[in-house]
């Protein structure tokens, strides 16, 4: 009989451990929910959408579980990107310095691998992309960039796909429609703009990227953060870099055919 008793003890003991770690793990839950949603309202959203984008030389276009700090991130500055003319030529993007969106010397103490998943945690639903590459990457990127500035991607969207412009002059990268290109020339919006931050390429061996989506009806978070991973395999691959030399080297070669065979997209 005691022995019993002591067993109705040691399960209502258990039972009630149980059920103190579900609620500490509700209010954890709870807790992020309402940290993020308090961080997306500190959130300026775009407000200068003038610019033109791209130079008429390319006419061959036929073609964080991390809590975020706010003595970490500094939320209120966020303000938006304003854009250059580019009539004359590429004018790199006027972004904001690292240093007005984090404490970049609190960052220096965290580990290369913290500081990208905060990085990464804190552009989540907010109409950015967050994301980061090795140094070794980004140079490699950074050189064929400069022999081949001009690309197109398709975007899969519903029953079919809308191809993008891309134009990267490091440390930015621009998207726009290529319709949009095609019909507006110099005077084309970007849609996605992208810069990259080298403050810790040497000390940590990390590159920060903070991509911007200008226009939310025209692409999602996740069609972005796709795009963007896109551009970079065709310029790190060296298999799909070929393409991206024929566009800009040897038109007369390129097809569009061979960019849908190497994303596994259907001919339309």
């Known amino acids: 009989m005691r022995m019993r008793l002591d067993m109705i003890r040691l399960e209502s003991k258990f039972v009630f451990q149980l059920q ?35 130079t008429h030389s390319v006419q061959r ?45 609190r960052a220096k103490h965290q580990t290369p691998e913290d500081l990208a998943a905060i990085w ?78 080298k403050e810790f390429a040497e000390t940590k061996d990390l590159v920060l990227i903070r991509g911007d989506i200008v226009f939310a009806s025209k692409l999602t978070d996740s069609e972005a953060k796709w795009l963007l991973e896109t551009a970079q395999s065709f310029y790190l691959n060296d298999t799909r870099y070929k393409l991206v030399e024929q566009f800009n080297k040897k038109t007369s070669e390129f097809d569009f055919k061979d960019v849908l065979r190497a994303l596994d997209m259907p001919m339309m």
């Open 61 to 105: 276009a036929r073609k964080i579980e991390h809590c975020i700090s706010g003595e970490f991130l500094k939320l209120g500055s966020l303000g938006s990107h304003t854009f250059s003319s580019f009539a004359s030529g590429f004018t790199p993007l006027k972004h904001k310095p690292l240093e007005s969106l984090i404490d970049v010397e």
């Open 20 to 54: 103190r770690n579900e609620q500490r793990s509700t209010m954890l839950r709870v807790a992020t929910r309402l940290s993020r949603r308090a961080l997306s309202s500190l959130e300026c959203r775009f407000s200068s959408y003038h610019s033109s984008l791209l």
């Open 120 to 197: 990464d945690d804190f552009h989540i639903g907010r109409g950015h992309i967050g994301a980061s590459m090795k140094t070794k990457l980004y140079h490699l990127m950074e050189h064929r960039a400069a022999d081949c500035r001009y690309f197109v991607i398709p975007v899969w969207k519903g029953s079919g796909y809308t191809t993008m412009f891309m134009q990267v002059q490091m440390p930015h990268i621009l998207f726009t429609g290529l319709e949009d290109y095609k019909a507006r020339g110099t005077q084309a919006a970007p849609y996605f703009t992208v810069s990259h931050y």
